[in-house]
């Protein structure tokens, strides 16, 4: 998923059904600007105080003065990397979806049924072994010819298995209205480039634990000479890493859009024709989008010059991650041990039942997910969401109209994307049918490739056809949010609609610290810096003048370096260039979720709940959905990659508003005060 199309920006979480009486009536209490009852209690605030560190004070750590007494009672299992607020909304969500598959097990027609039995029965795949996948692995093994690798490499990437470079299909950014094919620099083995390049103790880890990774599955593969051929593919993946652009400069939605023929790809080499692998991969276009043209060109390059032996072995390593879950108990461990243990510092690998859900959501999402909405989501919660996104799209037009930084004309182009804005909220108008696709009771590897292919050429076919608009990336028992630019849209999956992101029968506060920032959030994506390259129709086109663009830089400068100057890990900083899109949206979405609550107060003072005021209750709530603890290796690797900030940093985006150093009473002498002149101020 490209970050400057559809970027992921709050976690994960699960659905839930309220009595629709009482959620219709309380709607205009939550959203509606003047009306509700805010001169009186709600029948609870939302925010959990047991979870408060009252012994810190707000001004010097927010996060931990919110969050700290939860921090210390709350361990990480063993078979996860992190938990929060988050994971326990999406435990909530796959337990949902447990029930809901358990039932559907019992139908002998299911796709989805059939599917979640096949995978959960171990005994049967360890009882197979190898088998199933014996004769795609002979197949690989016997690769002698550059002809042989790029056949193999196309079935492949059919069946999901990650290439040296990447093709996806998307909208396309200067045509909204219709898919193109991009390409983009591939996967590594290790998560970023850094792995590879670093000399900090950590990575050196991380590097010695892959090669023995490396070894243990061309082992397993059957590879004569396994150490030979682990070094072979260490040295391309460096030599690769080398090329590759940073995460932060492959945001930048401008500089990735390279529109050129295909037959441009394949200058200068002699062995592998990029034209002969996207025909094979069914892609119909002598057009493709590049996104990182010198790190494609280089990569290409060294898979030009690199060995036969050197791109079997890492092909055949690759196949193997793909399909780990759905071969034997050795291979399964050897995975686990390397990405789930040594990357994430996971302990023990997840219950079987809950890998067997998230296979299922990938291989036939949809069979499950009209299920969950019948079941676990209800119109009235659709429709309180849907009014509260109205009260801050106002509260946002307020925002723009006050701005002392903005032009007149450039300030009537963002009332218009403002205006064509479009939230996506619960669940998709049109469910996905899969016809053609078989699922076979006892074969979970034949299921795995039969689905992977069924989505390659499911996309494929897109190429050149106007956009499926009605078309979601997510499941509603996603717990996750996204803004897509293209489509000039916001999605809200079901899951995340339930505490303590919203709830209608509490404060409205702490709803608007909660789901009403995170709405905003998504919006003010789309104003962010890329998102404000993208114009009202969803077309990448400047549509600011060079004194709007001066101005924005100033600003999100100041917010860029105050989160470089963050170390939540000794001498590891977040930072502020990758997660500068994130940290705009956080900021924004704060400040325009709190402009929206104040209004919906009609000029009266909320009441005091649990001895915390409606204001500081606003900020407590954004503060409690980020309840969020990491392993130090699971952290490592999110400020590597991740465009989001660690939870604490995002929590400390706070200190930037005015209405929290008032609410908390801050000051000069706490560690989180900021001058006035400090402060980011951008929206």
Known sequence: MRQSIQRPAIGRLAGFARDCALALAIVAAIAIPGQGSAGSPAVGSGFDVSGMDRSVAPGADFFRYANGAWERRTAIPADRSSVGTIGQLDDLSRTQVHDILDELARDRTSRAGTAYRAFLDQDRVDRLGMAPIAGWLATLRAIASPEDYWAAAAQASRRGVDLPI????????????HYALT?????????????????????????????????????????????????SVIGLETAVAATQWSAADSRDAARTYNPVAVSSLDAGRSRYRVATLVRALGYRTTRVI???????????????????????????????????????????????AFYGHAIDGVDTPEPRWRRAIAFVLDAVP???????????????????????????????????DALDWMTPE????????????????GYPDRWHDYVGLTMRAGDAFGNAVRAA?????????????????????????????????????????????QPPFFDPT?????????????????MTHQFDDQGAKYDEQGWLASWWSAADRAAFAKRTAVLSAQFDHYEPLPGLHVNGALTLGENIADLGGLTIAYDAYRASLGGREPPVIDGLTGDQRFFLGWAQIWRLKYRDADLRRRLLTNPHAPAAQRVWTARNL??????????????????????????
């Open 453 to 497: 292919e069924f989505r390659h050429d499911w996309e494929a076919t897109k190429i050149g056809r106007p956009v499926y608009r009605w078309e979601w990336s997510a499941t509603p028992m996603t717990v996750d949010a996204f803004a897509n630019y293209t489509k000039v849209a916001i999605t809200f999956p079901a899951a995340i609609l």
């Open 290 to 336: 590049v996104r990182q043209p010198n790190a494609v060109a280089q990569t290409l390059r060294l898979v030009d010059s690199a060995p036969v032996a050197t791109l079997r072995a890492m092909l055949i390593v690759r196949t193997l991650h793909r399909y780990a879950e759905i071969l034997p108990a050795d291979l399964r461990a050897a995975d686990f």
């Open 183 to 231: 390409v983009s620099q591939g996967v590594l083995g290790m998560p970023d480039r850094d792995y590879y390049t670093s000399d900090a103790p950590a990575m050196r880890q991380a590097r010695t634990a892959y090669r023995d990774y490396l070894v243990r599955m061309l082992r397993i593969a059957g590879v004569a000479t396994p150490h030979n051929a682990a070094e």
């Open 410 to 425: 450039t300030k009537v182009r963002a009332h218009r994307k403002l205006a064509a804005f479009h939230a996506q909220i």
């Open 658 to 683: 005015e209405a929290w150093v008032r609410a908390f009473g801050v000051g000069a002498g706490d560690a989180l005060y900021l001058a006035p002149a400090d402060r980011a101020a951008i929206w």
């Open 166 to 177: 990447a093709f996806a299909v998307e909208p396309d950014d200067r045509d909204p209205g």
């Open 506 to 522: 509490v404060d409205p506060a702490v709803n608007y610290g909660g789901i009403g920032a995170s709405i905003a959030h998504e």
């Open 366 to 400: 949809d069979e499950v997910s009209k299920v969950y909405v019948a079941h676990h989501f209800t119109p009235a919660t659709r429709t309180a969401a849907e009014t509260m996104v109205r009260n801050l799209v106002a509260a946002f037009n307020r925002r723009i």
